[in-house]
Protein backbone atom coordinates (compact mmCIF):
# COMPACT_ATOMS: atom_id res chain seq x y z
CA UNK A 1 0.00 0.00 0.00
CA UNK A 2 1.38 3.36 -0.82
CA UNK A 3 1.78 5.85 1.76
CA UNK A 4 2.00 9.52 2.16
CA UNK A 5 2.55 10.84 5.52
CA UNK A 6 2.20 14.76 6.17
CA UNK A 7 3.52 16.78 8.53
CA UNK A 8 3.76 20.40 9.45
CA UNK A 9 0.73 22.50 9.89
CA UNK A 10 -0.98 24.38 12.74
CA UNK A 11 -1.77 28.15 14.20
CA UNK A 12 -0.04 31.24 12.54
CA UNK A 13 -0.71 34.73 12.54
CA UNK A 14 -1.27 36.61 9.20
CA UNK A 15 1.28 36.85 7.33
CA UNK A 16 3.77 34.16 9.41
CA UNK A 17 5.08 31.12 7.49
CA UNK A 18 4.97 27.21 7.69
CA UNK A 19 5.96 24.69 6.14
CA UNK A 20 4.66 21.26 5.11
CA UNK A 21 6.37 17.98 4.32
CA UNK A 22 4.82 14.57 2.53
CA UNK A 23 7.41 11.94 2.85
CA UNK A 24 6.63 8.29 0.76
CA UNK A 25 6.80 5.02 1.97
CA UNK A 26 7.24 1.88 -0.01
CA UNK A 27 7.12 3.89 -3.43
CA UNK A 28 9.52 6.16 -4.88
CA UNK A 29 8.54 9.72 -4.90
CA UNK A 30 10.44 10.43 -7.73
CA UNK A 31 8.32 8.26 -10.50
CA UNK A 32 5.74 10.83 -9.18
CA UNK A 33 3.57 14.33 -10.03
CA UNK A 34 3.09 15.02 -6.59
CA UNK A 35 0.47 18.17 -6.49
CA UNK A 36 -0.69 19.76 -2.89
CA UNK A 37 -4.31 20.74 -2.81
CA UNK A 38 -6.50 22.18 0.09
CA UNK A 39 -10.06 22.27 1.42
CA UNK A 40 -11.92 24.93 3.10
CA UNK A 41 -14.97 24.35 4.93
CA UNK A 42 -17.98 23.89 2.55
CA UNK A 43 -15.42 24.14 -0.78
CA UNK A 44 -14.62 21.17 -3.08
CA UNK A 45 -10.83 20.65 -2.66
CA UNK A 46 -8.41 22.68 -5.15
CA UNK A 47 -4.95 22.41 -6.43
CA UNK A 48 -2.82 24.53 -4.55
CA UNK A 49 0.70 23.32 -6.17
CA UNK A 50 2.20 21.24 -8.31
CA UNK A 51 5.71 19.41 -9.24
CA UNK A 52 6.86 17.07 -12.08
CA UNK A 53 9.26 14.41 -11.47
CA UNK A 54 11.38 16.88 -13.36
CA UNK A 55 10.91 19.62 -10.60
CA UNK A 56 8.71 22.01 -12.78
CA UNK A 57 6.29 23.76 -10.16
CA UNK A 58 3.17 25.13 -11.05
CA UNK A 59 0.80 27.16 -8.33
CA UNK A 60 -2.49 28.44 -8.25
CA UNK A 61 -2.93 32.49 -8.80
CA UNK A 62 -3.99 32.68 -5.45
CA UNK A 63 -0.44 31.44 -3.73
CA UNK A 64 1.65 32.32 -6.26
CA UNK A 65 4.65 34.30 -5.26
CA UNK A 66 3.91 33.37 -1.69
CA UNK A 67 4.23 29.38 -1.60
CA UNK A 68 6.88 26.99 -2.97
CA UNK A 69 6.97 23.70 -3.66
CA UNK A 70 9.95 21.65 -3.75
CA UNK A 71 11.05 17.94 -4.00
CA UNK A 72 14.09 16.37 -2.20
CA UNK A 73 14.54 12.63 -3.71
CA UNK A 74 16.55 11.63 -1.88
CA UNK A 75 14.70 12.15 1.28
CA UNK A 76 11.57 11.27 -0.33
CA UNK A 77 10.17 14.04 0.43
CA UNK A 78 8.09 16.88 -1.29
CA UNK A 79 7.71 20.40 0.93
CA UNK A 80 5.45 23.45 0.37
CA UNK A 81 7.07 26.41 1.96
CA UNK A 82 3.96 28.73 2.94
CA UNK A 83 4.88 32.45 3.39
CA UNK A 84 2.73 35.56 3.80
CA UNK A 85 -0.19 33.71 5.03
CA UNK A 86 -3.26 34.98 4.80
CA UNK A 87 -6.79 34.33 6.54
CA UNK A 88 -8.33 33.08 3.54
CA UNK A 89 -5.18 30.33 3.20
CA UNK A 90 -7.09 28.16 5.98
CA UNK A 91 -8.42 24.88 5.23
CA UNK A 92 -7.08 21.27 5.46
CA UNK A 93 -4.22 20.75 3.17
CA UNK A 94 -3.35 17.39 1.86
CA UNK A 95 -0.60 15.89 -0.59
CA UNK A 96 -1.01 13.43 -3.37
CA UNK A 97 0.93 11.55 -5.94
CA UNK A 98 -0.04 10.26 -9.44
CA UNK A 99 2.72 8.63 -11.51
CA UNK A 100 4.36 11.02 -14.18
CA UNK A 101 3.56 8.63 -17.01
CA UNK A 102 -0.35 9.40 -16.64
CA UNK A 103 0.74 13.07 -17.42
CA UNK A 104 0.22 16.15 -15.92
CA UNK A 105 -2.93 17.13 -13.88
CA UNK A 106 -4.92 19.51 -11.50
CA UNK A 107 -7.99 17.62 -10.72
CA UNK A 108 -7.94 15.74 -7.57
CA UNK A 109 -9.96 13.00 -9.27
CA UNK A 110 -6.79 11.83 -11.15
CA UNK A 111 -4.98 11.32 -7.59
CA UNK A 112 -4.71 7.82 -6.28
CA UNK A 113 -2.64 8.37 -3.14
CA UNK A 114 -3.22 10.96 -0.86
CA UNK A 115 -1.51 12.10 2.46
CA UNK A 116 -3.94 11.79 5.36
CA UNK A 117 -4.52 15.82 5.35
CA UNK A 118 -3.22 18.98 7.96
CA UNK A 119 -5.02 21.85 9.38
CA UNK A 120 -3.58 25.17 8.12
CA UNK A 121 -5.00 27.66 9.99
CA UNK A 122 -4.19 31.47 9.99
CA UNK A 123 -6.08 33.62 11.95
CA UNK A 124 -4.50 36.69 14.88
Known amino acids: QLQLVQSGGGLVQPGGSLRLSCAASLFYLEDYTIGWFRQAPGQERKLVAI???????NYADAVNGRFTISRDNAKNTVYLQMNSLKPEDTAVYYCAARRSYLGYSGRPSDYKNWGQGTQVTVSS
Open 51 to 57: ITTGGSP
